[in-house]
């Protein structure tokens, strides 16, 4: 089974900290991606990697960056919190151009990180 | 550009009953279409995909989804809902165009069974 992981499930941040959220995933998967969800606001996408050191903006990444320095892992960074970023985070990753198979694009999604920031 | 609405934020129905939970998309290219499912505080779970092969999909929990290209739909059903099917539902594209696996999202159907 696919397994992606997320560092945390529930996390209290104060205004003003640097925030770090991890994920990782075990299934080799080039693509990998940060969303958060709002209610009525469904999931909306912050950054997106393609591969090792490749990132992309999303639709919404005004106050965030990531890193991807392995295959496997994507950090997202809140360079200062705010309270406008309290949500719920979610991180998936999919396959990528090197699949031989016509590729379906599926996500497979972490648990979630609910971030709370005072 | 793709994009894909839920027709219903939410939709009761009682155990035992069909659930249809119905989802329209919009796309210049040949699409693949999914539908996720998030239970209370947990990710998202694929429940079914489409990729441009059979128009009847089935997925897991008994639940299926018909491809109709003339109506761009794509609605779920399940013939007899279980209380355990209580959950958001989201109905998603990715463009087949873009290598890098993109996907947008509905804004998801919460679906309440009563028993």
């Known amino acids: 089974d696919v397994k992606v992981t997320q560092s945390s499930r529930y996390l209290v941040k104060r205004t003003g900290e640097k925030v770090f959220l991890e994920c990782v995933q075990d299934m080799d998967h080039e693509n990998m991606f940060w969303y958060r969800q709002d209610p009525g606001l469904g999931l909306r996408l912050i950054y997106f990697?393609?591969?090792?050191?490749?990132?992309e903006k999303g639709d919404i990444p005004e106050g965030y960056s990531v890193s991807r320095e392995k295959k496997e892992r994507f950090s997202l960074i809140l360079e200062s919190a705010s309270t406008n970023q309290t949500s719920m985070y979610l991180c998936?990753?999919?396959?990528?151009?090197?699949?031989?198979?016509?590729?379906?694009?599926?996500?497979?999604f972490g648990p979630g990180t609910r971030l709370t920031v005072t | 550009a793709q994009s894909v609405t839920q027709l219903d934020s939410h939709v009761s129905v009682s155990e035992g009953t069909p659930v249809l939970l119905r989802c329209n998309y919009s796309s210049s290219y040949s699409p693949s279409l999914f539908w996720y499912v998030q239970h209370p505080n947990k990710g998202l779970q694929l429940l079914l995909k489409y990729t441009s092969a059979a128009t009847l999909v089935k997925g897991i929990n008994g639940f299926e989804a018909e491809f109709k290209k003339s109506e761009t739909s794509f609605h779920l059903t399940k013939p007899s809902a279980h209380m355990s099917d209580a959950a958001e539902y989201f109905c998603?594209?990715?463009?087949?165009?873009?290598?890098?696996?993109?996907?947008?999202f509905g804004q998801g159907t919460t679906l309440q069974v009563k028993p």
């Open positions: 998603v594209v990715s463009n087949s165009s873009s290598n890098t696996g993109k996907l947008i």
């Open positions: 990697s393609y591969d090792v050191k490749m990132k």
């Open positions: 998936a990753s999919g396959g990528g151009q090197r699949e031989v198979i016509l590729p379906t694009y599926e996500q497979y």
